[in-house]
């Protein structure tokens, strides 16, 4: 089974509606990051969480929502999605020693919103 | 403002050649890269990181060297084979202190020919 799983894998929306993307991980890490990565340009942060209590921005996080549930679940949500945040989006975690721990990804989630 | 920057062209070698990927970055010397491999459809896989003390870092038939005068790293794979095949991702830290936030680029897609 894989560490770092995220659904769903692929989703087709529409404008406006509210979406949830989901995360979850047995890697026991307490970090958790979402990011979207668009063709041509490199992966983006969108909201990152060191534990369950602590939620911070992102360089991109205008137009997202998320929600720590627990240690293992981080989930990134869309309150009113529009077409320009069709992308591919990822779920990561880190162990919390050091600041130069390698991340550990989810295998992505396509959004597609028409 | 930090960037990384890399090739954006595919490069293409034959197979049992060595290929060699540019990752330049801007303002101060970060203090450790990372390299993540990704196959389509795939979230990226952490390969090596090497610190800015360190000159080069091997695993297997992967190397990695840091110039902090060049402002540069360069990731080399030897005796390439068609499985190495994908998108290579250098990455930097992007804060100061223990944040674990990363500054990734966008990524060059290597092609070994058989």
């Known amino acids: 089974d894989a560490d770092v799983t995220q659904t769903p894998r692929n989703r087709i929306t529409k404008t406006g509606k509210r979406i949830m993307l989901e995360c979850s991980q047995t890697?026991?890490?307490?970090?958790m990051y979402w990011y979207r990565q668009d063709p041509g340009l490199g992966l983006r942060l969108i909201y990152y969480?060191?534990?369950?209590?602590?939620?911070n921005k992102g360089e991109i996080s205008d137009g997202y929502s998320v929600s720590r549930q627990a240690q293992a679940k981080f989930s990134l949500s869309l309150e009113s999605a529009i077409p320009n945040q069709t992308a591919l989006y990822f779920c990561?975690?880190?162990?919390?020693?050091?600041?130069?721990?390698?991340?550990?990804f989810g295998d992505g989630t396509r959004l597609s919103i028409l | 403002s930090q960037k990384i920057e890399q090739n954006s062209e595919a490069l293409n070698i034959q197979e049992g050649k060595t290929a060699t990927l540019t990752c330049n970055y801007t303002?101060?010397?970060?203090?450790?890269l990372q390299w993540y491999r990704q196959d389509p459809g795939r979230g990226p896989v952490f390969l090596l990181l090497?610190?800015?003390?360190?000159k080069e870092k091997r695993k297997e038939r992967l190397k990695v060297t840091f110039d902090t005068t060049l402002k540069q790293s360069l990731f080399h794979i030897t005796a390439s084979q068609p499985a190495d095949s994908a998108t290579y991702l250098c990455?930097?830290?992007?804060?100061?202190?223990?944040?674990?936030?990363?500054?990734f680029g966008q990524g060059t897609t290597l092609q070994v020919k058989p």
């Open positions: 990561a975690t880190s162990a919390s020693t050091g600041s130069n721990q390698p991340q550990h």
């Open positions: 890697k026991g890490h307490d970090r």
């Open positions: 969480s060191f534990d369950v209590k602590d939620i």
């Open positions: 303002n101060y010397s970060p203090a450790y």
């Open positions: 090497i610190r800015e003390n360190e």
């Open positions: 990455v930097r830290g992007g804060g100061s202190g223990n944040t674990g936030k990363l500054i």
